[in-house]
């Protein structure tokens, strides 16, 4: 498995930018998939982005498409949600997860098949 810890969240007003981070260890990060999930409150937890080992592909869902994107540093051993033009919707508290075997579309249900999360990270977006 992979150990992960999330960080850069905060308070933004709508339109601004928030980049987050997520600090992984362990020896298969390099060959995990990543994404980025997230909650808000009174709400079921949902898919936002996801990513190859490579960094090569990524899949988002629609709701962020354009304005948000996905990306890693393998050496680093971190993942990055670049969140642009945010909206009150996008709050949320925001989590990294890893898993194996890269699909090319996910959905909210697949948060199952992601078997290392984070703790999390609260993005709140005024208006």
């Known amino acids: 498995q992979v150990q992960l810890v999330e960080s850069g969240g905060g308070l933004v007003q709508a339109g601004g930018s928030l980049r987050l981070s997520c600090a992984a260890s362990g020896r298969t990060f390099s060959t995990s998939v990543m994404a980025w999930f997230r909650q808000a409150p009174g709400k079921e937890r949902e898919f936002v982005a996801a990513t190859t080992w490579s960094g090569g592909s990524a899949y988002y869902a629609d709701s962020v498409k354009g304005r948000f994107t996905i990306s890693r540093d393998n050496a680093k051993n971190m993942v990055y949600l670049q969140m642009n033009s945010l909206k009150p919707e996008d709050t949320a508290v925001y989590y990294c997860?890893?898993?194996?075997?890269?699909?090319?579309?996910?959905?909210?249900?697949?948060?199952?098949?992601?078997?290392?999360w984070g703790q999390g990270t609260q993005v709140t977006v005024s208006s």
């Open positions: 997860a890893a898993t194996r075997g890269w699909r090319g579309t996910y959905r909210d249900e697949d948060q199952g098949v992601f078997d290392s």
